[in-house]
């Protein structure tokens, strides 16, 4: 059996294993090339253990939640994908859970409101899995992650794992100790959730509201959320309507028409043809107002 053999037999152990799987099925952009390997893993226990394999064989793993935040090249991800869809939850008791890190943000935010439980009416809304909240601390409409993660477990290079305080994991606005590489190359396998016992129906009239503002703010089809961060100065979208790019195009990629921070995929958009608006944007905003506007959508593979 050769190296590469040896890895897909390992990996099989974990979960299902596609080759030159096309990413473009796997992020709400609807874009990028082939993942050389695709593991669909359904267990925190075989996401460290297919993590685990892939590095002892030298190979570049990426975690991937719902990819509602990524922009993933044409050329595609070398090495192994991640499709983490581990969604196990355990009710501690006094309102708090250990949740892995592959449920639903948005669907365990509803349920918690549902049942009367406060702290993620603002997360009703918000695409993707528990693992990529924690790596951005997701928020919206004054609330964050942060306000109700107690703790994450977190998987090290070397295969072992360790719960880490949610003090420890460097929380900002949207971004963690993982993306400012403190914990380069780790995977968040599981989360403790601290909630407040509320009231359930002004609980849900609140998500219906924040579901009323997002729906009148934001366009609808494929995309990744905002593609950069409100620098100080002003909100992005601000600064790249007053540079004339509200409604751009560049192939069938487009800056929303709706709100400019959004950039959309309006049938068979590249990744190529996203990274020029961005970089058109992120020039135009630079040389009129002399802000460096920073992404928030990650890109990600070879460009
Ligand atoms: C329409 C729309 C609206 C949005 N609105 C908001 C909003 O209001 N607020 C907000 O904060 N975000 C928003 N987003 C962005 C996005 O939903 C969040 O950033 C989300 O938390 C990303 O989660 P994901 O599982 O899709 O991550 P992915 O896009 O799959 O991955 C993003 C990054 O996180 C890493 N990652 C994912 N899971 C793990 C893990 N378990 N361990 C280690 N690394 C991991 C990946 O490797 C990658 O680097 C929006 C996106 C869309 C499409």
Sequence with gaps: MTAPERLVAQLEAAGEVRRAEPMSRHTTFGIGGPADIFVTVRSAAALARAATAAREAGAEIFVLGSGSNILVSDAGIRGVVLDNRSMAERDQGGARYLVESGV??????????????????????????????????????????ADVLSRARILHRDGSDRWVDASELG???????LTRERFPGQAVLECELSLTPGDAAAITARVAEFDRRRLAAQPRGRNAGSMFKNPP??????????????????GDAAISEKHCNFFTNEGAARAADVAALVGEAERRVRESFGVTLEREVAFVGAW
């Design 104 to 145: 639903s943000f948005a669907a365990f935010a509803r349920r918690m409101c549902r049942l009367g439980l406060d702290g993620l009416a603002w997360a009703a809304g918000i695409p993707g899995t528990l693992g990529g909240a924690v790596v951005y601390n997701a928020g919206a409409y004054g609330g964050c992650l």
């Design 171 to 177: 929380l900002v606005y949207r971004g963690s100790a």
């Design 233 to 250: 100065e002003s909100p992005a979208w601000k600064l790249i309507e007053a540079v004339g790019l509200r409604g751009a195009r560049r």
